[in-house]
């Protein structure tokens, strides 16, 4: 199993950014999160979205940021609107498969003037 992320790139204030994370395995997600860092700081969990269809956000994207997923859960997406430099960060997504964490490599988002 493994995930991909793909979509980053750079952003001015107030833009827009659609992230996407590939599944690529014999493997049916039950859960997915969206993980960034900052840098020079610790790893935080942005969104997280379950099969059972319960949606979770962190504060600071409430309101800013949705999570999705495609109906055969071959991708998880993160739409990013009203982007904030303080969004600056490496993205990551991740699921548990077989017992194990499994995280993509991660995409570079970068917001700036």
């Known amino acids: 199993v493994q995930l991909e992320e793909s979509g980053g790139g750079a952003v001015q204030p107030g833009g827009s950014l659609r992230l996407s994370c590939r599944v690529s395995g014999r493997f049916s997600p039950v859960a997915m999160g969206w993980y960034r860092q900052p840098p020079g700081k610790e790893r935080e969990l942005v969104a997280s979205i379950y099969a059972g269809g319960q949606i979770n956000y962190a504060d600071s994207v409430k309101g800013r940021f949705t999570i999705s997923r495609d109906r055969a859960w071959t991708t998880t997406y993160l739409q990013m609107n009203s982007l904030q430099p303080e969004d600056t960060a490496v993205y990551y997504c991740?699921?548990?498969?077989?017992?194990?964490?499994?995280w993509g490599k991660g995409t570079l988002v970068t917001v700036s003037s």
């Open positions: 991740k699921t548990r498969a077989y017992g194990t964490d499994i």
